[in-house]
């Protein structure tokens, strides 16, 4: 788009916040159900060209990745902010009917999933809380939530959304919390590697682009530099790599190393920024059946793969105990579900050249599946080591061994994950559910201790990315001079101010060995394999199903996808 057109744009955003703000919140309420109805005509579309454009073709069996962390994520997120706008133009609050607790060190809790009884059965065993930052009681939870919409007749201005290029509900989600948390409306620069989209998402956000409160553009990194410094922009939001924040922030060369000493950005507006990092997986030792086993080693195969590896939240680092006696087992059960995981193209740009730099770094590394990805199996160093300070963002998977068992295993690989581990975005911890009625408060003060802003507990972030209510985000503290993970929050459809990190919780086993934990303890669900699990052998049926369900609420269609859901 020529600088002319950026500024006729912004000229109708600038009448379009006026407009905005003059919505009631019903209205606003209103204008979402409209977005649900294009949304829901556009989804086929969207997870095609969101599938071609990433190189799977109509019969890959993890063609579903798209329609989940496509459409299904962003309506998701459509409704869950609608039942927020009713709740408060009805004169209530968005955390009314919410369990709320305690956690530990002094913060608040909130139960933000399940919230309705279908997610009991799509998503069975699978539980949300988000904390909140110490101190922050009950009443000032309740009294703040809301954020912008206890105000909506207040103008945010303009807020320009820098699209990530990766997953394609991303840009969307970002566009919805500029709207609704901020009362900005928007200027959506896509990424280069989603301008195929460019047409269904012009269709799918329609009912927020006539009226001027969205508009979408495509260019490269100087459409982006004239925007980021254009008048007409009052706040930035970018969801990408820390290296683009920096550039964004301080400039380049050494005019930008002499700016960041002297604390003078060359960005003169509010930032916000979501960067990625290095994931941990934490695998707690217990007592684990070769079924157990199995699993979850498809489980971290599948946090690595998913989407080629091109994830902010992809699992990077497995911290294991050296002292378990299942130690090996497990790793080669591990290296058999990474290698055996279905193989497509490494598509995002750079791919290539970071798979090999590890290879590089890691000359023992193993390589798999057709020396298309690389598994590093390591010792904890004197000093971090290339897997532990760099986000590959490509299919490499390391193994790092540290002593003990128990909650002293538990404590040191909270540690390492803290102070070794490059970022703060998501952590993940797997355990056995006889190993953490064990350890009892020691897996809760381990969770408190894990400085994350999305940690899973037998799940995979994703989950937390996924799930509206919770909220996405590094934990608290970036700044521009030390970003790391990012500044600041999203998704959080109760729009909950004062937010720490969300925590999501799974069943260590699916169905049917989940009807152990009725008997012995743990979390009972009724979900086989996960569809979103790379080894899935009807996820994407599946996860077509489940998108096709939230747009249409079709109870004989989602009992046909619950079946084929037994049979992954």
Excluded at 64 to 73: A, F, R
Aim: charged share 20%; glycine share 10%.
């Amino acid at each position: 788009m020529p600088a002319p057109d950026i500024d006729v744009a912004l000229d109708d955003l600038r009448e379009g916040s006026r407009a905005w703000t003059a919505l009631t919140l019903s209205q606003r309420a209103r204008l979402l159900g409209r977005v649900h109805a294009t949304m829901s005509d556009t989804a086929p579309d969207w997870a095609a060209a969101a599938a071609q454009s990433k190189g799977l073709d109509p019969g890959h069996p993890l063609r579903g990745e798209e329609w989940l962390s496509g459409p299904y994520g962003a309506i998701e997120l459509v409704d869950a902010l609608t039942a927020t706008l009713h709740r408060l133009a009805g004169g209530g609050n968005p955390l009314d009917g919410v369990r709320v607790g305690s956690a530990p060190g002094g913060r608040v809790r909130v139960a933000a999933f399940p919230l309705r009884p279908i997610d009991s059965v799509l998503l069975s065993g699978f539980t949300g809380e988000v904390w909140l930052k110490p101190g922050v009681t009950e009443a000032e939870a309740r009294e703040r939530a809301g954020l912008a919409q206890r105000s909506p007749g207040t103008p945010g201005g303009v807020g320009l959304v820098l699209g990530a290029g990766n997953v394609t509900s991303i840009p969307v989600a970002d566009v919805l919390y500029e709207l609704f948390a901020h009362n900005r409306v928007v200027m959506l620069k896509l990424n280069p590697t989603q301008e195929a989209l460019l047409p269904v998402f012009t269709r799918a956000l329609a009912p927020l682009i006539e009226p001027g409160f969205l508009r979408v553009i495509a260019g490269g990194p100087e459409v982006g530099a004239a925007l980021t410094t254009h008048r007409g922009i009052d706040h930035v939001h970018i969801t990408g790599s820390a290296a683009t924040f920096e550039r964004i922030v301080w400039g380049d060369g050494p005019q930008a190393r002499r700016r960041r000493r002297e604390n003078r950005p060359a960005l003169k507006k509010p930032i916000t920024a979501e960067l990625g990092g290095v994931s941990p997986i934490i695998v707690v030792p217990g007592e684990w059946s070769a079924a157990d086993i199995r699993f979850q080693a498809e489980h971290i195969a599948t946090m690595r793969l998913q989407n080629a590896g091109h994830n902010c939240i992809a699992g990077q680092v497995v911290l294991i105990s050296r002292d378990w006696p299942q130690r090996g087992q497990f790793l080669a059960a591990l290296r058999g579900a990474y290698d055996r995981a279905p193989t497509r193209t490494s598509w995002y740009p750079g791919s290539a050249e970071r798979m090999d730099a590890a290879a590089a770094a890691y000359p023992d590394a193993l390589w798999c599946a057709d020396g298309t990805r690389l598994l590093v199996q390591t010792e904890a160093g004197v000093v971090p080591g290339p897997i532990e300070e760099t986000e590959y963002f490509a299919p490499v998977l390391g193994v790092i061994s540290l002593p003990g068992v128990g909650q002293q295993f538990l404590d040191a690989a909270v540690a390492h994950a803290n102070e070794r581990l490059t970022g703060s975005l998501g952590a993940n911890i797997l355990i056995d559910p006889a190993t953490e009625a064990a350890l009892g408060d020691g897996v809760e003060r381990a969770l408190a201790d894990l400085r994350y802003g999305a940690i899973a507990i037998n799940a995979w972030t994703a989950f937390v990315f996924l799930t509206p209510t919770l909220t996405w985000s590094a934990f608290p503290g970036g700044t521009l001079q030390d970003v790391g993970s990012g500044i600041g929050i999203v998704h959080n459809a109760l729009l909950l101010d004062d937010v720490e990190r969300s925590v999501a919780r799974g069943p260590f086993r699916p169905f049917p060995r989940s009807l152990s934990a009725l008997v012995r303890g743990g979390r009972f669900s009724v979900l086989p394999k996960p569809p979103w699990f790379v080894s899935s052998r009807t996820g994407a049926t599946v996860s077509e199903g489940f998108t096709r369900f939230r747009m249409h609420r079709r109870w004989p269609a989602l009992a046909k996808t619950m079946l084929r859901a037994f049979r992954a």
